[in-house]
């Protein structure tokens, strides 16, 4: 039954089926073959139970106010920030890129839409200041990543609805290793930047240049103050901390940067309704198959597999690390996370990994092989915004690639990276 | 041929209004719910019951209704890689079949919920006490808006594919 399920599966995968319906037909088709059309009452069931928590609503309403903010324009003030602060060094717009990531991180919780944001900015004046096209874009793809990993975070979201996992927890993991990220990118660019030659910034910014942009980027830069204070010290749900978030977005475009207004409304709320409609619908199918997977008892199974290459934890993090990887090179990065969370996590706790730390393991894992070649999503839109070809960004993202793996290799055999502040907070 | 083409466009961008407008306003109430909640519990000091399963029903009827939208806009994520580089007749030929799966789930969800919807109707839900039909009725409508947008896309794959340029519905 399980080669079965898995050549269905990966048949409508590869001929381009849609994810989500590629797990529901499978399901479906699982019990046509059990031949218990009785059971066929599980699918409407598992459809509405698998999105049926409260902890979910986060991530359509962080998408919400990440769309705002891209919206009224918060994107520049963190560029003007970000060059008054580090603009006279070697290779200073690849730095500000990378810095901008990290800034907006704590606004948005997606990759994808802020490599957009920040490539339309970016990838143009880095190229007008000497900079390499298929660099600029290989530079806006690879920090981008850093969103994700960085609270607030729809992955993490996503994870600990499903997992029943801390989602605030998860959040305080996420913070080391986001950074850590970006350090990394960060010494890279400075050696590229140095070997190449590419251009230092003006001279040093002046204390009331410096003083002008920070007014000008503090009101949104409390966002992640806000958020990440009002979760980690217990005061909100993630929920309710992304509707506030929507709220005190939506106010800054509204009465600060008078850039937003009740007509623009139902646009932004139509991006969510959107980007939800194609989200949910994985999360519900995969919830039919899970139901079938734990009847067949895949989870145990895998398992023991995995346990029978190699007896270790430290053997069996690197295989299933590989494993994601290679998944994730293919498949969309919320799916991977659907589909695999369900088998692996289990697993990992049997193994005495903290279920904080194997989230945040995943999520990183995932999130690299969302700008590795061919599929990663974010080299597509970092491709398109900079009209430079898949290959020559290829070849210029295997540094980063290489280097974000050696972080990985980091997070998933030092605990303490993704432990310390979740225990400090007395969240794990 | 381009008669049936030009019907099934409109028809489809007309479907995908109608439902875009009441899936606005549901998400906005949504926000508007978590809000009203948020503040009742830690500023007036005065939790209300009922906001966290009114916001958890807007949230489910807004993201299975959507997934018709996501069918009309070719936006379900999915693996095309391979399937372009297929020669065109062959290429018509799978996703052709691979729809007819995907309409049998859509099928199956559909008559499934209906069963589902009319058997939860005496279940009362805790916090609103309003019937469990409305919340299920969900997903019959969901698998149902999305099976007829995966029929007019089929349609006008047939009959020449979209038009080069969509226009975004007036919101």
Redesign the interface.
């Given at each position: 039954m399980i080669t079965f399920m898995l050549v269905v599966f990966f048949l409508?995968?590869?001929?381009?089926?849609?994810?989500?319906?590629s797990l529901?037909?499978t399901a479906?088709f699982v019990f046509l073959k059990m031949d218990a059309p009785s059971l066929?009452?599980i699918?409407?069931?598992k459809?509405?139970s698998g999105?049926?928590?409260?902890a979910?609503?986060a991530m359509?309403?962080f998408m919400?106010a990440g769309e705002i903010m891209n919206r009224i324009h918060v994107t520049h003030r963190m560029v003007e920030l970000a060059n008054v602060l580090i603009g006279n060094i070697r290779g200073a717009l690849a730095h500000v890129n990378i810095v901008v990531s990290i800034l907006f991180a704590g606004l948005t919780g997606a990759a994808v839409a802020d490599t957009a944001a920040l490539g339309t900015m970016l990838i143009p004046a880095m190229e007008k200041d000497g900079y390499h096209r298929s660099f600029a874009a290989a530079v806006t793809a690879a920090s981008s990543i850093i969103g994700p990993i960085i609270p607030p975070s729809i992955i993490m979201v996503i994870y600990g609805s499903m997992m029943s996992v801390s989602i605030a927890g998860l959040f305080a993991a996420g913070i080391v290793p986001g950074v850590l990220v970006g350090v990394a990118l960060m010494l890279l660019s400075a050696r590229i930047s140095k070997k190449r030659n590419y251009p230092k910034g003006k001279r040093m910014a002046s204390l009331r240049e410096i003083g002008a942009a920070f007014r000008k980027a503090f009101i949104p830069l409390l966002t992640p103050v806000i958020i990440l204070g009002g979760i980690l010290t217990g005061?909100?749900t993630p929920?309710?901390a992304a509707?506030?978030a929507?709220?005190y977005a939506m106010i800054i475009g509204f009465f600060v940067y008078r850039n937003f207004s009740l007509r623009d409304?139902?646009?932004v709320?139509?991006e969510?309704?959107?980007n939800?409609?194609?989200?949910?619908?994985?999360l519900?199918a995969a919830a039919i198959l899970g139901w079938v997977l734990a009847s067949e008892q895949v989870p145990e199974l895998v398992g023991a597999k995995i346990m029978s290459i190699s007896s270790g934890k430290y053997t069996a993090l690197l295989i299933i690390n590989v494993i994601l990887l290679v998944i994730g090179m293919?498949?969309?990065m919320?799916?991977v996370i659907i589909i695999m969370g369900p088998i692996l996590h289990p697993l990992a706790v049997s193994l005495g990994i903290h279920p904080l730390h194997f989230g945040i393991i995943m999520i990183v894992n995932v999130n690299i092989a969302l700008m590795t070649p061919?599929?990663g999503a974010c080299l597509f839109v970092a491709c398109s915004i900079s009209r430079i070809s898949l290959e020559s960004i290829s070849k210029e993202i295997l540094p980063f690639i290489a280097v974000e793996a050696a972080v990985l290799i980091l997070v998933t055999y030092v605990p303490a990276i993704s432990m310390t502040i979740p225990k400090l907070l007395g969240l794990a | 041929m381009q008669r049936i083409n030009a019907v099934a466009i409109s028809i489809s961008k007309v479907l995908e209004k109608i439902l875009a407008v009441p899936l606005v306003i549901i998400g906005g109430l949504m926000l508007g719910v978590v809000l009203i909640g948020t503040f009742w519990r830690y500023v007036l000091n005065d939790p209300i019951l009922w906001t966290e399963e009114a916001a958890r029903y807007l949230m489910i009827w807004m993201a299975l209704i959507a997934a018709s939208i996501s069918m009309a806009r070719r936006e379900h994520v999915s693996m095309k890689l391979l399937v372009h580089r297929f020669p065109k007749s062959i290429r018509n030929v799978v996703e052709t079949m691979t729809s007819m799966a995907v309409a049998y789930f859509l099928y199956v969800l559909t008559r499934e919920g209906i069963l589902m919807v009319v058997s939860a109707r005496s279940q009362i839900s805790p916090a609103l006490g309003i019937s469990m039909f409305w919340p299920l009725l969900s997903v019959p409508l969901s698998g149902a808006f999305t099976l007829v947008q995966l029929v007019l896309v089929l349609v006008i794959d047939w009959t020449g594919g979209p038009e080069a340029n969509s226009v975004e519905p007036g919101l």
């Amino acid at each position: 039954m399980i080669t079965f399920m898995l050549v269905v599966f990966f048949l409508l995968l590869l001929t381009g089926t849609p994810i989500a319906f590629s797990l529901g037909i499978t399901a479906v088709f699982v019990f046509l073959k059990m031949d218990a059309p009785s059971l066929m009452k599980i699918v409407p069931l598992k459809y509405y139970s698998g999105i049926d928590m409260f902890a979910l609503m986060a991530m359509p309403l962080f998408m919400l106010a990440g769309e705002i903010m891209n919206r009224i324009h918060v994107t520049h003030r963190m560029v003007e920030l970000a060059n008054v602060l580090i603009g006279n060094i070697r290779g200073a717009l690849a730095h500000v890129n990378i810095v901008v990531s990290i800034l907006f991180a704590g606004l948005t919780g997606a990759a994808v839409a802020d490599t957009a944001a920040l490539g339309t900015m970016l990838i143009p004046a880095m190229e007008k200041d000497g900079y390499h096209r298929s660099f600029a874009a290989a530079v806006t793809a690879a920090s981008s990543i850093i969103g994700p990993i960085i609270p607030p975070s729809i992955i993490m979201v996503i994870y600990g609805s499903m997992m029943s996992v801390s989602i605030a927890g998860l959040f305080a993991a996420g913070i080391v290793p986001g950074v850590l990220v970006g350090v990394a990118l960060m010494l890279l660019s400075a050696r590229i930047s140095k070997k190449r030659n590419y251009p230092k910034g003006k001279r040093m910014a002046s204390l009331r240049e410096i003083g002008a942009a920070f007014r000008k980027a503090f009101i949104p830069l409390l966002t992640p103050v806000i958020i990440l204070g009002g979760i980690l010290t217990g005061i909100f749900t993630p929920t309710e901390a992304a509707a506030v978030a929507v709220f005190y977005a939506m106010i800054i475009g509204f009465f600060v940067y008078r850039n937003f207004s009740l007509r623009d409304l139902p646009k932004v709320l139509f991006e969510m309704v959107r980007n939800s409609g194609s989200v949910f619908v994985i999360l519900s199918a995969a919830a039919i198959l899970g139901w079938v997977l734990a009847s067949e008892q895949v989870p145990e199974l895998v398992g023991a597999k995995i346990m029978s290459i190699s007896s270790g934890k430290y053997t069996a993090l690197l295989i299933i690390n590989v494993i994601l990887l290679v998944i994730g090179m293919f498949m969309d990065m919320t799916a991977v996370i659907i589909i695999m969370g369900p088998i692996l996590h289990p697993l990992a706790v049997s193994l005495g990994i903290h279920p904080l730390h194997f989230g945040i393991i995943m999520i990183v894992n995932v999130n690299i092989a969302l700008m590795t070649p061919p599929l990663g999503a974010c080299l597509f839109v970092a491709c398109s915004i900079s009209r430079i070809s898949l290959e020559s960004i290829s070849k210029e993202i295997l540094p980063f690639i290489a280097v974000e793996a050696a972080v990985l290799i980091l997070v998933t055999y030092v605990p303490a990276i993704s432990m310390t502040i979740p225990k400090l907070l007395g969240l794990a | 041929m381009q008669r049936i083409n030009a019907v099934a466009i409109s028809i489809s961008k007309v479907l995908e209004k109608i439902l875009a407008v009441p899936l606005v306003i549901i998400g906005g109430l949504m926000l508007g719910v978590v809000l009203i909640g948020t503040f009742w519990r830690y500023v007036l000091n005065d939790p209300i019951l009922w906001t966290e399963e009114a916001a958890r029903y807007l949230m489910i009827w807004m993201a299975l209704i959507a997934a018709s939208i996501s069918m009309a806009r070719r936006e379900h994520v999915s693996m095309k890689l391979l399937v372009h580089r297929f020669p065109k007749s062959i290429r018509n030929v799978v996703e052709t079949m691979t729809s007819m799966a995907v309409a049998y789930f859509l099928y199956v969800l559909t008559r499934e919920g209906i069963l589902m919807v009319v058997s939860a109707r005496s279940q009362i839900s805790p916090a609103l006490g309003i019937s469990m039909f409305w919340p299920l009725l969900s997903v019959p409508l969901s698998g149902a808006f999305t099976l007829v947008q995966l029929v007019l896309v089929l349609v006008i794959d047939w009959t020449g594919g979209p038009e080069a340029n969509s226009v975004e519905p007036g919101l």
